[in-house]
């Protein structure tokens, strides 16, 4: 058996109180024990966040060149270790390989563009309506960032959350889910190899229960990111807002690619197929709804049938799309199948298991027609390769249909008719619209997050958008 990884608290590298561990399993065969962490306790967590209000004043004193040069020499590390660092995501979580590639490399990028980032950081100089004065800004962190991140983007999310929170000064504590937490320990181990100061980064693995809520309760903690389901979400924003503290949420969707009369069908196809089942549709972007004109429906669903049919299903390592990450995730998914059967929806593709891939928590891309849009697969988020294909006659229709969810994280619309598609940006209810392309994958230096139950849509994450979280204004009157 592996022997367990260790939390990360004030510098150093702990074991629970408990004694206890988690273990963590491949998911293409469950019967592998790939990693084993910490179980933790709240006086685990407790002792980090003790560990991180110790260093916050410290770190806020440091130059911002001087926090960028540790963030800089972080990313050459993760740099120099991309390929043990993608063995370990996909023994985790289960990616297909060049997904988590990229995974990693998005993580390395986004190191490198807060190291360039911290050395701007300052303020704004203004016209006093006097001589004699200076009036100006300066931008100050909030203190203590508490960072709860999912199993979906192990890696990738941990360093778009901590990488600004460290860029402006903040002293950190981060709960990585315990399906897949190794990516964001390895986080830990470029940090502390590049000289970051003791408990300016503490990374606690174990149960939300324990760790998160401890986090969240603490009267040291001054800010929350969190990126996970909806129910949690909530509840972890208003534990967050009722204590006092700045709160940033960013969970579930239910994104539709809305396919126009213009379309081309296997374009649209390619472009659903890609953003439905890559990442073996464990993403909050994922597009889980088709919504397709009449005139190309039935060409649509003939090809996209043809795209899911074609994915090779394996490990990550071997094939295109790699399994769910776990048991429960994949018998939430096999469930919604079910209840699209009963509710009256057609399976046109998938809706199984491979009978050739032993015990791994593997699904086929699943695609279902006659889809009408009040049917549970049409309203509730899946997080699973499963497509629902509704048909519409009008342009009109289709975005009533595409806005008539409780979320509303990303869109897109694949259309031949340019005042179609800037029409779509303006009637989309999503905080990401995309005109001709999937709704998954982003861009690092813009902003991210959603509107209704996908987000709190007080704060997005992502390039300055990321800064101004972690940072507070002051505004000075300088008179000499």
């Given at each position: ?69 540790v ?13 043990e ?161 700045r ?44 919504i ?31 399994p ?6 994949l ?21 199984g ?21 009040d ?58 619209v ?14 991210f ?17 990321g ?10 009157y300088?008179?000499?």
């Amino acid at each position: 058996m592996p022997d367990a990884n260790k939390n990360y608290v004030g510098g150093a590298w702990t074991t629970t109180e408990t004694g206890e561990t988690l273990d963590v399993v491949n998911p293409a065969d469950p019967s592998e024990v790939v990693a084993r962490y910490q179980q933790s306790s709240s006086e685990d967590a407790t002792e980090a966040v003790e560990a991180a209000a110790e260093a916050a004043d410290e770190w806020a004193a440091t130059p911002g060149p001087e926090r960028g040069t540790v963030l800089r020499e972080a990313a050459k590390i993760l740099d120099d270790k991309k390929d043990e660092l993608t063995d370990e995501l996909v023994a985790e979580e289960g990616k297909a390989r060049p997904e988590a590639a990229g995974e990693v490399q998005r993580a390395i990028d986004i190191f490198y563009y807060y190291a360039q980032k911290a050395s701007d950081l300052g303020g704004n100089r203004k016209s006093p309506s006097a001589a004699n004065k200076d009036l100006y800004t300066v931008q100050e962190p909030v203190g203590v960032a508490a960072l709860i991140t999912p199993w979906n983007y192990p890696i990738a999310i941990p360093a778009w959350k901590l990488a600004p929170a460290l860029a402006t000064g903040n002293a950190v504590v981060l709960k990585p889910a315990s399906v897949a937490p190794g990516p964001a320990v390895s986080l830990a181990e470029a940090l502390d190899e590049a000289g970051l100061p003791d408990g300016v980064l503490n990374v606690v693995t174990g149960p939300g229960s324990e760790v998160a809520n401890t986090f969240v309760e603490a009267d040291e903690v001054d800010a929350v990111s969190f990126t996970g389901s909806s129910q949690v979400g909530e509840m972890v924003y208003d534990q967050a807002t009722d204590n006092g503290k700045r709160a940033q949420m960013e969970m579930g969707g239910k994104n539709p690619t809305v396919v126009a009369s213009s379309a081309d069908p296997e374009e649209a196809a390619e472009i659903v197929a890609s953003g439905g089942f890559g990442t073996t549709g464990q993403s909050c972007t994922a597009c889980s709804r088709a919504i397709v004109h009449e005139d190309v429906y039935d060409e649509f669903v003939d090809a996209l049938v043809d795209q899911a049919e074609s994915i090779e299903i394996g490990p990550g390592n071997e094939a295109e799309m790699g399994p769910q990450v776990s048991e429960s995730e994949l018998e939430g998914t096999l469930e919604y199948i079910d209840i699209a059967e009963e509710e009256g929806a057609t399976l046109a593709a998938g809706g199984g298991q491979p009978d050739d891939l032993g015990d791994g928590y593997y699904v086929e891309p699943t695609v279902f027609t006659d889809v009408e849009r009040d049917y549970r697969i049409a309203q509730e988020e899946v997080f699973g390769p499963v497509v629902a294909v509704i048909k519409v006659g009008s342009y009109e229709e289709g975005v009533e249909v595409a806005n008539d969810v409780d979320y509303g994280l990303s869109s897109s619309i694949v259309t031949d008719d340019h005042s179609e598609a800037k029409q779509f940006i303006d009637d989309s209810e999503a905080g990401v619209v995309k005109v001709n392309e999937k709704t998954t994958g982003l861009e690092l230096h813009v902003p991210f997050g959603g509107f209704k139950r996908s987000s709190s849509e007080t704060w997005r994450e992502q390039g300055d958008a990321g800064i101004d979280f972690y940072t507070i204004s002051k505004t000075v009157y300088d008179s000499y």
